[in-house]
């Protein structure tokens, strides 16, 4: 199971970062009310570290937490969101990222490598000039396998295989110039943070 601490903690953080762009947003501006006031691009490209928080899809391990690489790739579907009020889009976004693992368990020791295959939609909403947020619910495809152990027998929790998990985050932007971004992504099941490009 996860660690209920966790996933708590993760939705505080999430909260007050969300918080605190939309209350710096309209200090600044009024671009969420400007349908149609944002980038027009035809995919977002995204490469990122991420940091992951949780045991390693729920057998107990990697309880030392992970870091690792990704990417992550979004099309734009809908170019005026589904409020047609708001300055907001839609897209698709699918990716890979790599995760380690350091763990530990009487007395065993090992590291236990991950592969994430996220499928998510993306809703962007953009607050200001220069500050967007989004909402990302989906489904990630993960694989995992134990290295670094002295005896793949005895490692705990033996990860393998395919599995498939939920998937939810909130992120934001910090757009750089119409084709840049700084983007952090906090959610479940993992923590990103990277550079965007809008070609």
């Not at 009020?85 to 839609?90: A, G, K, L, Q, S």
């Not at 994430?116 to 694989?143: C, D, H, K, T």
């Not at 757009?175 to 952090?184: D, I, K, Q, V, Y």
């Not at 993992?190 to 550079?195: L, P, Q, W």
Request: proline letters at 7%.
């Amino acid at each position: 199971m996860r660690k209920p601490g966790r996933v708590a903690f993760v939705i505080v953080v999430a909260f007050t970062a969300v918080s605190a762009v939309l209350r710096s947003a309209r200090a600044g501006d009024n671009t969420i009310r400007q349908p149609g006031d944002h980038p027009n691009y035809a995919i977002e490209i995204e490469p990122h570290l991420d940091f992951a928080w949780f045991d390693y899809a729920g057998y107990g391990i990697g309880s030392n937490g992970g870091v690792g690489l990704g990417a992550r790739f979004t099309i734009p579907i809908v170019k005026n969101g589904f409020v047609s009020t708001i300055n907001n889009t839609v897209g698709i976004g699918f990716g890979g990222d790599w995760v380690y693992f350091g763990c530990g368990a009487n007395g065993v020791s090992c590291g236990v490598n991950t592969l994430y295959f996220p499928v998510v939609m993306q809703w962007n909403f953009y607050v200001a000039q220069r500050w967007s947020v989004f909402g990302e619910p989906g489904l990630i495809v993960y694989n995992g396998f134990v290295s670094d152990c002295p005896n793949g027998n005895n490692c705990p929790g033996r990860p393998g295989g395919l599995g498939i998990e939920p998937a939810l985050y909130l992120g934001g932007r910090y757009h750089l110039s119409p084709g840049t971004a700084l983007t952090l992504r906090i959610g479940f099941p993992a923590f990103s943070f990277g550079f965007s490009f809008f070609p």
